[in-house]
């Protein structure tokens, strides 16, 4: 009882205190840790299974949480045939440190088949003071114009996943996924005189891979990839050609508290991009866009099983 009124008492705190959202789900998913870490052990392992599953039932349901933090080790775009080459890591203030949450929900029907939703959120917003003139689908931010950026590529993810493995403690699984991109782009004057705004909404269809082996002493060892490379019309999600890629590959070590908590250390590399041109709608210039991105991100994360 008194765990449980100290999870009352810290979600209270957070919102009471204005505490970003991501915030609250790490003070609830730390506090499950505490409960569970410090229960006894005859209440770690129950003949009712885990906290969210039964053994009965031919279903199971796993949540997942990871914070961190991410960084840009390159990031270059281009909006216009005629436009600048931006670097937003050398020009555009994204040379630190930000914020990375990703949020999972799976489940997982019989032995072998799993369904996972991904929602991960990716908003970069910097300031900085221009070096050079820059032109942004035919608009020129002239040297020493103050902008504000903003880089917007949150996405969706749902994935099928089928496992070779038999054994229950071990995985090695394949299948598919489709992403939907939520993208908007922007560079902004601090006055509001200069204005450019890219936005689409898109599918992407992914191949992904999964593997997790068990280690000593309740240690496991963890890799996961989505990735996909392709040239063409509709499977970029576009009506005109364009070339498209993008690869989301990390490894994890991780614990396993008892049978409803895991908690683990990960490493992610999030990298892709396009080039073409988009000539049905092409907005205030002329279509172009040339946008590649690499990122590196390491989080903490929990499983609530």
């Known amino acids: ?16 205190k204005g505490i970003p959202i991501p915030s609250v789900f790490l003070v609830i998913g730390l506090a499950g840790c505490l409960c569970a870490a410090t229960a006894c052990p005859q209440c770690s392992k129950t003949e009712t299974g885990s906290a969210l599953s039964s053994p009965e039932r031919v279903y199971a349901f796993q949540g997942g949480l990871e914070i961190g933090f991410i960084d840009i080790l390159s ?12 670097d937003y890591v050398s020009e555009g203030g994204q040379d630190i ?5 990703r949020l999972t929900a799976e489940l997982a029907i019989g032995r072998r088949h799993n369904l996972i939703l991904l929602f991960q959120p990716l908003d970069i917003q910097t300031d900085a003071l221009l070096s050079r003139d820059i032109v942004v689908d035919d608009l020129v931010f002239p040297a020493n114009t103050p902008v504000r950026l903003r880089y917007g590529f949150d996405f969706w993810r749902l994935s099928y996943l089928y496992d070779f493995w038999k054994q229950k ?16 782009i922007s560079f902004r004057s601090y006055d509001g005189t200069l204005l450019r705004i890219n936005q689409n909404v898109g599918p992407v269809p992914i191949f992904k891979f999964r593997t997790r082996l068990p280690l000593k002493r309740g240690l496991w060892l963890g890799s996961e990839i989505d990735g996909f490379y392709a040239s063409g019309k509709y499977i970029t999600g576009s009506e005109n050609d364009f070339v498209g ?39 205030l210039g002329d279509g172009y866009t040339d946008n590649w991105l690499h990122t590196l991100a390491v989080t903490l994360g929990t499983y609530i099983k």
Do not use: W
Not at 97 to 101: E, K, M, V
Not at 173 to 181: E, K, N
């Open 1 to 16: 009882m008194q765990r449980l009124a100290f999870i009352e008492h810290s979600i209270k705190e957070v919102c009471v």
């Open 97 to 101: 440190f930000f914020r990375f949450n």
């Open 75 to 86: 990031h270059t775009i281009q909006f216009g045939e005629n436009g600048t080459e931006f």
């Open 169 to 184: 403690d071990r995985e090695l699984s394949i299948g598919l996924s489709l992403q939907i991109r939520n993208a908007s």
């Open 245 to 283: 890629a993008i690869l989301d590959a990390s490894v994890r070590l991780g614990f396993e508290l008892n049978d409803s908590f895991d908690t683990f250390l990960n490493v992610r590399y999030i990298g892709g991009g396009a080039r073409g041109t988009e000539e049905d709608d092409p907005g």
